[in-house]
């Protein structure tokens, strides 16, 4: 029995996905972006284009915020993403900062069914991802909230479809675009630096000793966050453990979103992440049916 394909759904499904982000435009343009991060984010865009500083210093936002965190000369988070935000603003007004969530979410759609049919050399393989990405509910969740977690993801999975790309054609210029994409992911929000040791790795996993070179190709362009990385570290004295340190009392007490933020299990995002998208789901599907089907193929000889 010849197995159902989507291949020749190809035209239908692109299509489908252009109306789909139509849609998906009309519902963010009507959406009031009132969250919390997003007021945040937008003042921080203010302040950039009107003003030229990156901080919330000066804003009536102080008095619902805690001073010791954002009261700072320059705001703790990487400053990409609003750069990003800026730019639309320049360009397309309030309409932009309301269109940023859902281009980016278009354009990391994109970039997982070029990812998934690099690696798999199969059109099915990537248009069956591309759907499941369509799906996801934490995607179209983060594709009407102006936050910095989906530019992040993009610009990690960019880095990735270049190192991919690398092992296929062996072009350490692939690997210095991974290396560039990974330091402006890590320019939108902190957390991509975990990236860098696991990179690492498979540098050292395709090609050994020899992998010296192309590590350096990697780490190179990290070079352009110390644009960041210095001032605020090395001229505001800003510490690493001041990011991740849990606020006093006082904060908990008069910031409710903030003791509900760090009351929750450490177990809670990777739950949330796991039942909310079917990315993950059949991952772990495809990865039950594979090792049943070794076990399968190698019971006669284990006495099964």
């Known amino acids: 029995m010849q197995s ?11 299509s489908f996905t252009i109306v789909f982000f139509i849609i998906l435009t009309v519902i963010t343009l009507i959406r009031p972006h009132i969250d919390n991060d997003e007021i945040i984010y937008k003042t921080l865009t203010y302040n950039v284009v009107h003003h030229h500083a990156y901080s919330l210093q000066g804003t009536t936002l102080l008095k619902d915020l805690p001073s010791n ?4 000369p ?10 990003s935000l800026a730019f ?3 360009l397309l ?5 309301a269109l940023a969530p859902t281009i980016i979410y278009a354009f990391l759609c994109f970039t997982i069914y070029k990812t998934a049919l690099l690696i798999t050399q199969s059109e099915h393989i990537a248009l069956k991802t591309l759907l499941l990405s369509l799906a996801s509910p934490l995607f179209l969740f983060s594709s009407v909230f ?10 990690a999975l960019l880095a990735f479809y270049f190192l991919m790309k690398w092992r296929t054609t062996g072009n350490l210029k692939h690997v210095l675009l991974a290396g560039l994409l990974l330091s402006f992911s890590t320019l939108t929000n902190y957390t991509a630096v975990i990236l860098y040791p696991l990179f690492l790795l498979f540098l050292i996993w395709q090609k050994g000793k020899s992998s010296i070179v192309s590590g350096l190709y990697l780490l190179l362009p990290s ?3 110390s644009f960041w990385f210095y001032p605020v570290f090395g001229i505001y004295h800003m510490s690493v453990a001041s990011l991740f340190a849990k606020p006093g009392k006082f904060t908990l007490t008069h910031f409710p979103f903030m003791l509900m933020a760090y009351q929750r299990p450490f177990y809670f995002y990777f739950i949330t992440v796991f039942l909310t998208n079917p990315l993950y789901l059949l991952f772990f599907t495809s990865l039950k049916k594979k090792f049943e089907k070794i076990f399968l193929s190698n ?4 006495g099964f």
Request: proline letters at 8%; one cysteine or more.
């Open 4 to 14: 159902f394909s989507l291949t020749p759904y190809k035209t239908q499904l692109i």
């Open 69 to 72: 965190l954002y009261a700072t």
């Open 74 to 83: 320059l705001f703790f988070r990487p400053p990409l993403f609003v750069i």
């Open 88 to 90: 639309l603003y320049l």
């Open 93 to 97: 007004g309030q309409v932009g900062l």
């Open 146 to 155: 102006i936050h910095l977690d989906t530019l992040m993801t993009l610009l």
């Open 223 to 225: 070079l352009i966050s």
């Open 299 to 302: 019971a006669p000889y284990c």
